[in-house]
């Protein structure tokens, strides 16, 4: 292979998270910690444990989705009496009562890209894991929608915050955030630090192993 | 045990800069660029760097001119519903204690950071950085300063949070009258402006010129 498509690991090479300088990564045994001479951040080939961590967090995800779903949202109580939302019965209400276009923003952030999100990880994980060297470019790109669009699925965590600061008791109906709110916010945090510690490079690496 | 790896060119091939793609790791041989230019990477198509044309100027005018509507959009009445003569108001940080107060101490604290602390952090932490390179003086903890604004980035959520007032505005509509207040309106120019300033950003020169300081 030629210096000018090889990967820096090839050439034992290492390129800092942070600030990107490529330095030589020295050769020892064991596991010391290298940092770069720039910045002063661990250097790592590659993520550590990336797939591990990734499984787990994805796993995780996937485990708090269900309550996120199935729990009420939000619980109004008007004069005489409450009424839980789950995200599912938001959408369908909107839908009833003309606004369609809310209705899809609430149902695509909340419920369709948190389920793309896992599904593409996890398609992601198991190409790595199986060594697949199809379409790289194009796992890569779907990775880089997957790390993108999974801070918008928050937004409804903040239309019920928002909700519940401009309700107040004594008004015409009280909001309160249901039990799902928590299970749905950390659900978000917990995929989108998945979708963080996924490393991308590794995708390329089984390329790499073919040609050698 | 602890130790640092070595830079892997010398200086006979400075001109040369030599970077890694950080999302398939091909290593990249990049002449001088002109101003404005971005190299991309051969293979997966990712922006290894641009060349941005007078980064601290422009991210320091910016940041200033965020930090100006940070504090309107943090301060002023956010929200007003009006219902026949009750009139609720709302600002930023009064939602986050009344959240706190009605025992909802986790989302409290989840719009407390994502909408209030960490713009803040960014904007403090790039003035930080680039006050003494404009002044050509230097700070201490310049470099933990720049890694924690590049970390906390995915972690900024104005933009979301502006959508949800959106919906939330929408879902109100039918009950009440919803009154956007100034607030809003910085609170979502500073969307922009925060923006702009992070653009502005040329992290390659940030980093030299912090690592030729050490």
């Known amino acids: 292979m030629n210096e000018a498509l090889s990967s820096a690991r090839q050439l034992g090479l290492v390129s800092c998270h942070d600030c990107h300088l490529l330095s030589r990564m020295p050769k020892v045994t064991g596991h010391p910690v290298v940092s770069c001479p720039r910045c002063g951040g661990v250097l790592h080939q590659r993520k550590p444990n990336s797939i591990m961590r990734t499984w787990a967090l994805v796993l995780t995800g996937m485990i708090f989705y269900v309550p996120a779903n199935v729990l009420p949202m939000t619980i109004t109580s008007a004069i005489g009496s409450t009424q839980a939302d789950t995200i599912m019965s938001g959408v369908i209400y909107f839908m009833h009562h003309g606004s369609w276009e809310i209705a899809l923003v609430i149902f695509t952030a909340s419920i369709f890209v948190p389920f793309l999100k896992f599904v593409i990880l996890i398609y992601l994980l198991l190409s790595v894991q199986f060594k697949s060297i199809k379409r790289p470019k194009d796992r890569t790109l779907l990775y880089r929608i997957t790390e993108a669009v999974g801070r918008w699925s928050m937004v409804d965590i903040y239309v019920v915050t928002i909700l519940i600061a401009l309700v107040k008791l004594g008004f015409l109906a009280n909001i309160e955030a249901g039990p799902a709110a928590i299970y749905f916010a950390a659900m978000v945090a917990i995929t989108m630090i998945a979708a963080e510690s996924f490393d991308p490079r590794l995708i390329w690496d089984a390329l790499e192993e073919q040609h050698e | ?214």
């Not at chain 2, 939602?95 to 904007?123: K, S």
């Not at chain 2, 009440?176 to 702009?196: D, E, H, M, Q, S």
């Open chain 2, 1 to 214: 045990m602890e130790m640092c790896a070595q830079p892997p060119l010398d200086g006979a091939k400075k001109t040369m800069h030599q970077i890694a793609c950080h999302e398939c790791d091909l290593v990249h041989s990049i002449p001088p660029m002109p101003t404005r230019a971005a190299a991309c990477c051969v293979r997966c198509g990712a922006v290894l760097f641009r060349n941005k044309p007078d980064s601290i100027d422009r991210t320091l005018a910016w940041t200033i001119a965020g930090l100006v509507l940070y504090c309107v959009a943090v301060t002023f009445p956010f929200l007003a519903m009006k219902s026949g003569s009750i009139v609720q108001k709302t600002s930023l940080l009064s939602g986050v204690r009344n959240l706190y107060q009605q025992d909802e101490t986790i989302l409290a604290i989840l719009v407390l950071l994502t909408c209030i602390l960490i713009p803040l952090i960014q904007m403090l932490g790039l003035l930080y950085v680039f006050i003494p390179m404009k002044l050509n003086f230097r700070v201490k903890y310049a470099v933990p300063a720049f890694r924690l604004f590049q970390h906390v980035k995915p972690w900024s959520m104005m933009e979301i949070y502006m959508l949800g007032i959106l919906i939330a505005m929408v879902k109100l509509g039918k009950m009440a009258t919803i009154v956007p207040g100034l607030a809003v309106i910085a609170f979502g120019l500073l969307i922009f402006v925060l923006n702009f300033a992070i653009t502005a950003v040329d992290t390659h020169m940030v980093w030299e010129r912090l690592g030729s300081e050490s």
